[in-house]
């Protein structure tokens, strides 16, 4: 299998089912952990050198960070509903969630000093757009954009219909050579609707000595360390993705694909 794609484990003692750090991905920046908790079940994780988002991607939770009680977050039944819930935890600190459902929640990290204050990021501060056109729609919700506090963390929900394109055309952002193009890290979350589906996620370099395509199931990451990563939603199954993302400047600056960016310039 490849080193790109990332299963999902049982979940362990703390309903962990995913943890990806900068070790494990072979990267510097982006760290990643998705948890299945039951109501009731309780988490604590202390952030040290990182700054963390916590995602609700689904069901309630009480939280705290960097000793303020910010009470009761989430409330969705599953990420394909709009509305996401989020606590931004900075370095240094400490948060602690209680699940008052079962929930799933994603973590997303990267490199910080801690000079942000910890806050809840409720759905009236997630911007909502629709990118592309035809099959190339789909619709993004921006948790954790560069217009919003962050030190290193870029953190985006994307939900792509049944048979439509979604990172496309493709597009790459593996130079740290501004402002024609930022050097991040990503991550993306697979999630489908049905869950029996898959989506088809291909990374590629214009050398291509990367050169990848990969079928994701319900739940698996794809690690995206360099190269253009278009991602495609088979006929009958909507996708969800998170894509968290970082890298040494806090700026998404993107290439696209010479072969394929014609598309662009259609009426």
């Known amino acids: 299998m490849s080193k790109l794609l990332v299963k999902p484990s049982a979940p362990d003692a703390n309903g962990r089912v995913h943890t990806i750090t900068p070790e494990s991905a072979g990267w510097t920046y982006v760290g990643f952990e998705v948890y299945q908790l039951k109501r009731g079940q309780s988490l604590k994780q202390a952030t040290g050198d990182r700054e963390a988002c916590i995602v609700m991607l689904s069901g309630k939770a009480h939280v705290s960070a960097a000793g303020q009680n910010f009470g009761t977050i989430g409330g969705r039944s599953s990420p394909f509903e709009a509305d996401p819930w989020?606590?931004?935890?900075?370095?240094?600190?400490?948060?602690?969630?209680q699940a008052e459902t079962d929930c799933e929640i994603a973590i997303c990290t990267a490199p910080a000093e801690g000079r942000l204050p910890a806050r809840v990021i409720g759905p009236d501060q997630v911007g909502q757009e629709t990118r592309g056109k035809g099959t190339n729609t789909r619709h993004v919700r921006n948790i954790l954009p560069e217009t919003e506090a962050a030190e290193s963390l870029l953190v985006v929900e994307v939900i792509t219909p049944s048979g439509h394109w979604s990172s496309?055309?493709?597009?790459?952002?593996?130079?740290?050579?501004?402002?024609?193009?930022?050097?991040?890290?990503?991550?993306?979350?697979?999630?489908?609707?049905?869950?029996?589906?898959?989506?088809?996620?291909?990374?590629?370099?214009?050398?291509?000595?990367?050169?990848?395509?990969?079928?994701?199931?319900?739940?698996?990451?794809v690690l995206v360390p360099k190269g253009y990563h278009p991602v495609g939603a088979p006929h009958g199954y909507e996708l969800y993705y998170l894509n968290v993302m970082a890298g040494p400047k806090r700026v998404w600056k993107f290439h696209n694909d010479p072969d394929h960016e014609w598309m662009l310039k259609q009426a």
């Open 86 to 97: 989020s606590l931004y935890a900075p370095a240094q600190s400490e948060w602690s969630l």
């Open 168 to 221: 496309y055309p493709p597009h790459k952002h593996d130079r740290d050579m501004l402002p024609q193009e930022s050097l991040l890290e990503e991550t993306y979350y697979h999630r489908l609707n049905p869950p029996s589906g898959f989506a088809l996620q291909r990374v590629y370099t214009d050398d291509r000595s990367l050169d990848e395509t990969l079928a994701a199931a319900n739940g698996d990451v």
